[in-house]
Each structure stands twice: as structure tokens, then as C-alpha cells.
């Protein structure tokens, strides 16, 4: 199997393109370390992946650089490059996310349809749903975004269905809710949770503690 993964240095991206790696895979990862949360951390989650043997790592803006030679018949595509966070991206903040997350996402949906690919995957989020109907939240549920990062991510799904739909880009979108684990972003309540209790110290709780959330 050959694979490319983008976002290769997150959480998500660094766990999936090891297990890729065990399972014999040859891995192309492929991130621009924006500063969102600190770089250094996304440097030790791929740290490990450099010495393994079918692993490729190419640093560069999904936005600039060529894919032509990335893509093709025999590559399954792992999308989960994107600007996260839903309180960032009020404001000023929101072209970077149409960038990131609508425009990159299209971008390679316009390759794949062009050079041909064995799947796409994209990565998507549990804020398509906003203030869900019920909980658990059910995929039968519809999207209803309450903020600008869950309407940028919709966005992505939508096209990833319509490439599908039009030139027959074999695509899947998958919600996820919450990943949480080693390495995991350091401004996640799971983690911030967790840190607070280990050193004992005050957490931050934003907004009045009404607030649901399907984990």
C-alpha cells in the first residue's frame, strides 16, 4: 500500500502514519508546521517516523506545492491537514481557515480527479453538528455548524461528496469526535484536564458549565 498523509505532524496524522508504517506501508507525510499550538511538538510526534523504513517526509504549503507527483491510481489519500479550533476562528482569523481547510481541501480534490487516487479520506469534525440534536449524536442527524470552523469543515465534506458525485473521486469523510491520546493537542480539554490534575493546578472552564459535548 502507498499512502500520502497530510497534517503528518499532528496527533491524528503522526499515530495514523505509524500504524500505516507497521502495517508495511510506504508513507509520504506531508505538513507545514503552522503555529497554532507549539511547532517543537509537532517535530517530536514525527521525530520517530524519520528513521522508518517507507517513510517519506516533505515540509511545505499544501497551497504551493506541486502535487502532480504525490498522487495517483495507487495512492490512498489521508487528508487531515486544516487550521483547527472553533474560537479562533471568529473574526480575522476566518481566511486562514477558508484557506486551510476549504481551499487546500479542493485543491487536492482537483488533483485526484486529474491524476486518479484509490481513496480519499477526509478528515472532518463532531462542530458539522453544532448544538446537536441529541446525544450521542447520530451520522442521521443533520449539520448544523454554530461556528465559523464547523462551516469550513462542512464545506470540505460538501465538496468532497461532489467530487465524488461528478468525476468519480472514490472519497469518505469522517467526523471525529474528540480523539484523544498521546501527543494529543495541547489546548484539548482532555488534555488540559489531565495536565490540571496531575500538577494539581485550576482549570479554565469557558463558559457557565451548561454546555454539552458528545465525547
Same mark, same amino acid.
Given at each position: 500500500?502507498?499512502?500520502?498523509?497530510?497534517?503528518?505532524?499532528?496527533?491524528?496524522?503522526?499515530?495514523?502514519?505509524?500504524?500505516? +508504517? #507497521?502495517?508495511?506501508?510506504?508513507?509520504?507525510? /506531508? %505538513?507545514?508546521?503552522?503555529?497554532?499550538? %507549539?511547532?517543537?511538538?509537532? *517535530?517530536?510526534? /514525527?521525530? @520517530?517516523?524519520?528513521?522508518?523504513?517507507?517513510?517519506?517526509?516533505?515540509?511545505? #504549503?499544501?497551497? @504551493?506545492?506541486?502535487?502532480?507527483?504525490?498522487?495517483?491510481? #495507487?495512492?490512498?489519500?489521508?487528508?487531515?491537514?486544516?487550521?483547527?479550533?472553533?474560537?479562533?476562528?471568529?473574526?480575522?482569523?476566518?481566511?486562514?481557515?477558508?484557506?486551510?481547510?476549504? =481551499?487546500?481541501?479542493? *485543491?487536492?480534490?482537483?488533483?485526484?480527479?486529474? *491524476?486518479?487516487?484509490?481513496?480519499?479520506?477526509?478528515?472532518? &469534525?463532531? =462542530?458539522?453538528?453544532?448544538? @446537536?440534536?441529541?446525544?450521542?449524536?447520530?451520522?442521521? %442527524?443533520?449539520?448544523?455548524?454554530?461556528?465559523?470552523?464547523?462551516?469550513?469543515?462542512? @464545506?470540505?465534506?460538501?465538496?468532497?461528496?461532489?467530487?465524488?458525485?461528478?468525476?468519480?473521486?472514490?472519497?469518505?469523510? +469522517?467526523?471525529?469526535?474528540?480523539?484523544?491520546?498521546?501527543?494529543?493537542?495541547?489546548?484539548?480539554?482532555?488534555?488540559?484536564?489531565?495536565? &490540571?490534575?496531575?500538577?494539581?493546578?485550576?482549570?479554565? +472552564?469557558?463558559?457557565?458549565?451548561?454546555?454539552?459535548? #458528545?465525547?
Amino acid at each position: 500500500m502507498r499512502a500520502v498523509v497530510t497534517g503528518v505532524a499532528g496527533f491524528i496524522g503522526s499515530t495514523l502514519a505509524k500504524a500505516l +508504517l #507497521d502495517r508495511g506501508a510506504n508513507v509520504v507525510g /506531508i %505538513d507545514s508546521l503552522t503555529a497554532y499550538y %507549539d511547532t517543537e511538538m509537532k *517535530r517530536s510526534n /514525527i521525530s @520517530a517516523l524519520h528513521h522508518r523504513k517507507g517513510f517519506e517526509y516533505v515540509e511545505d #504549503d499544501l497551497l @504551493a506545492l506541486s502535487l502532480d507527483d504525490l498522487l495517483g491510481p #495507487d495512492i490512498t489519500l489521508f487528508h487531515l491537514a486544516g487550521q483547527p479550533g472553533v474560537r479562533a476562528s471568529w473574526g480575522a482569523g476566518f481566511s486562514e481557515y477558508v484557506n486551510w481547510n476549504v =481551499s487546500v481541501t479542493q *485543491r487536492l480534490l482537483e488533483t485526484c480527479r486529474q *491524476r486518479g487516487v484509490r481513496r480519499f479520506v477526509n478528515s472532518s &469534525s463532531s =462542530s458539522v453538528y453544532g448544538r @446537536a440534536e441529541r446525544f450521542p449524536t447520530s451520522e442521521e %442527524d443533520l449539520p448544523l455548524p454554530f461556528s465559523p470552523y464547523g462551516v469550513t469543515k462542512l @464545506a470540505a465534506e460538501h465538496l468532497s461528496t461532489l467530487y465524488g458525485a461528478n468525476f468519480r473521486v472514490p472519497t469518505v469523510s +469522517l467526523r471525529y469526535f474528540t480523539v484523544y491520546g498521546p501527543g494529543q493537542r495541547p489546548d484539548m480539554a482532555t488534555h488540559r484536564l489531565i495536565e &490540571s490534575a496531575l500538577h494539581r493546578t485550576p482549570f479554565v +472552564l469557558n463558559g457557565d458549565g451548561s454546555q454539552i459535548r #458528545d465525547f
